[in-house]
């Protein structure tokens, strides 16, 4: 699983980033770690900075974590949590600035396909074009 | 007044402020953001009211640096990383609460860097810093406590024209225009309730 990048797909809503998680799945099976994460610390919409670190720890790969986000708060907290979880790490995480579901999918794509990290980036947010 | 009192002052002081117009924010928020502004502030800030007694025994600059944590894992929103880092670099450029003007200026301007680098934001764009620039300001110009609440409150009002650039408003493009900013509002309760602990003191 670790020889590809893995996405973290970070949405307010727990249901969305699911939702997105399991659409990704079922396009691109099971070849790269995907994880999801939503809603802040009590449930309720929103996002959770501890909750976005241990998404991406969960799918931690050498070759790198592309993250997508929905709204604002979603990518300062995405940001947020880049920056605590370490310079090296840091170096190693991207978020894609592309629309969460489709840029997800897009990202999948091309890192099933074995793609480095600026490459899945680029992909994932080539999709707006 | 000690320095642990005052921390633990600022707490309370700032916590029944946010709590006080929790709901305030969350109307402002509903116009032009996604409605959770106050809900947000009222959840960071209860957490941290919560660690009032620790962060009372810590020196100033470690309680902020603990405070800002905190609520950046608990707020929720966006606002979490933007106060939290503000708070955390208030506390890195200082480890005593500030005793003069011109300390309080440093202070408050390391937290504004924090929050122009978090948020990638200056002024003009309808947000907190929208009020806090200008609360800056009136202090380095040798503004008294009523002026600098005064400044605080003109500067919340002034964010009513702006067209929003940054953030969930930043979608609305005109249909901003003619609302308050909700975190130039949940700025200028944290600038009251600290101008509070100053008349006390």
Known sequence: MTDKVSIVIVSHSPEVAKGAADMVRQMVGDDIAIAS????????????????????????????????????????????????????????????????????????????????????????EDFKA | MTSDVLNARLIDLIGDRIEAHADELTELDQAIGDGDHGDNMRRGFRAVSAERDALANMTFGEALKKAGMTLVMKVGGASGPLYGSAFMAMGKSTEAMPESRAQAAQLLEAGIEAVKARGKSDVGAKTMLDVLVPVLKSI????????????????????????????????????????IDPGARSSALIVHAVCDALEEK
């Open chain 2, 140 to 179: 380095e110009a040798g503004a008294d406590i009523a002026d600098v609440r005064k400044a605080a409150d003109e500067a919340v009002e002034a964010t009513k024209p702006m067209l929003a650039t940054k953030g969930r408003a930043a979608f609305l493009g005109e249909r901003s225009v003619g609302h």
């Open chain 1, 37 to 124: 994460c939503g809603g802040n610390s009590e449930g309720g919409l929103g996002t959770d900075v501890a909750a976005i670190m241990k998404s991406i720890e969960a799918v931690w790969s050498p070759r790198g974590v592309a993250v997508l986000v929905d709204l604002g708060g979603a990518e300062t907290n995405s940001e947020m949590a880049i920056e605590l979880l370490g310079p090296e790490k840091a170096k190693q995480i991207v978020i894609c600035n592309a629309p969460v579901v489709e840029g997800a999918v897009m990202a999948a794509t091309e890192a099933a396909g074995g793609s480095d990290l600026e490459t899945v980036r680029q992909t994932a």
